[in-house]
T-cell receptor
Framework: DGGITQSPKYLFRKEGQNVTLSCEQN?????MYWYRQDPGQGLRLIYY???????QKGDIAEGYSVSREKKESFPLTVTSAQKNPTAFYLC????????????FGQGTRLTVV | AQTVTQSQPEMSVQEAETVTLSCTYD???????LFWYKQPPSRQMILVIR????KQQNATENRFSVNFQKAAKSFSLKISDSQLGDAAMYFC????????????WGAGTKLIIKP
């Protein structure tokens, strides 16, 4: 079945550590996105990528980094520079068309301990 | 820049009744798409329904329908015959070519279904 897989589902990070969240899709979508969701809030865009080896900052990119070496994969690294990383992270993908919806993974809950 | 506003943080409805969730947006564009997504307790985002701005006819998907009023920039979601499984957060989203195809999200409405 086609879809998006995020791993791990839960992740714990010590202060000062970098952690990487995985996102893989087999939908042959060009575009991939990372969102952050805090309690009671909507989704905020961290980074997005339209094609391999290219990505753009979203609204809250500070303290995060990404790579897009393969079409299927778009990992997100939460660096120690991110001051408040505890949140729910959602990865999505879509065709690069106006009229198509985004498909989402099941999310990763990151907690700083 | 485009914005999306969901003015109802929480709504409740009796099972089997009808509920309407509000969404308004601000844009100067004429070509765009609107979406309603559902996020159940599992937190997986699921597309409920979408509407093309150039279409005057309101989209429907089984028990879900929209009331799209382009001039008023309003895009409400009506859920008929509410079921316990409809309990979730509902997000309205806007997508346009001018925003580089980005999805602009509302803050969400929590829908509670009373048995």
């Amino acid at each position: 079945d086609g879809g998006i897989t995020q791993s791990p589902k839960y992740l714990f990070r010590k202060e000062g550590q970098n952690v990487t969240l995985s996102c893989e899709q087999n939908l042959n979508h060009d575009a991939m996105y990372w969102y952050r969701q805090d309690p009671g809030q909507g989704l905020r865009l961290i980074y997005y990528s339209q094609i391999v080896n290219d990505f753009q900052k979203g609204d809250i990119a500070e303290g995060y980094s990404v790579s897009r070496e393969k079409k299927e994969s778009f990992p997100l690294t939460v660096t120690s520079a991110q001051k408040n990383p505890t949140a729910f992270y959602l990865c999505a993908s879509s065709r690069w068309d106006l009229n198509t919806e985004a498909f989402f993974g099941q999310g990763t809950r990151l907690t700083v301990v | 820049a485009q914005t999306v506003t969901q003015s109802q943080p929480e709504m409740s409805v009796q099972e089997a009744e009808t509920v309407t969730l509000s969404c308004t947006y601000d844009t100067s564009e004429s070509d765009y798409y609107l979406f309603w997504y559902k996020q159940p307790p599992s937190r997986q985002m699921i597309l409920v329904i979408r509407q093309e701005a150039y279409k005057q006819q309101n989209a429907t998907e089984n028990r879900f329908s929209v009331n799209f009023q382009k001039a008023a920039k309003s895009f409400s979601l009506k859920i008929s015959d509410s079921q316990l499984g409809d309990a979730a957060m509902y997000f309205c989203a806007y997508r346009s070519a001018d925003s580089n195809y980005q999805l602009i999200w509302g803050a969400g409405t929590k829908l509670i279904i009373k048995p």
